[in-house]
């Protein structure tokens, strides 16, 4: 059974950074898509960004590109998510996410709920204006 941990939210000023880190556990992640989503109150959950584990495929919302940087340490089974500039409309719970997916569908097809099926329990990151 997949198991995330994520780390590393906390509260930050406008045009600041935060990086996000995600633990996995549970079993050997080749062809799996790590993913993060966000969550502000009231909203639905939306996509941020993903990577492929076994290349340097990646995935980003367009609220995210040039700001935000997703990426992975395999021997450490850790995925980050380095975020500058932050604008207060980053304010989130933000969770990591993970789905088998060997055969690379595209953005589209990673950012919607239901794509994944492995999530974690959330860290909350705040930006004050």
């Known amino acids: 059974q997949v198991q995330l941990v994520e780390s590393g939210g906390g509260l930050v000023q406008a045009g600041g950074s935060l990086r996000l880190s995600c633990t996995a556990s549970g079993r050997t992640f080749g062809g799996y898509v790590m993913g993060w989503f966000r969550q502000a109150p009231g909203k639905e959950r939306e996509f941020v960004s993903g990577i492929r584990w076994s290349s340097d495929t990646t995935y980003y919302a367009d609220s995210v590109k040039g700001r935000f940087t997703i990426s992975r340490d395999n021997a450490k089974n850790t995925v980050y998510l380095q975020m500058n500039s932050l604008k207060p409309e980053d304010t989130a719970v933000y969770y990591c996410?993970?789905?088998?997916?060997?055969?690379?569908?595209?953005?589209?097809?990673?950012?919607?709920?239901?794509?994944?099926?492995?999530w974690g329990q959330g860290t909350q990151v705040t930006v004050s204006s």
């Open positions: 996410a993970a789905v088998r997916s060997p055969v690379n569908r595209g953005t589209y097809y990673y950012a919607h709920l239901a794509t994944w099926d492995a």
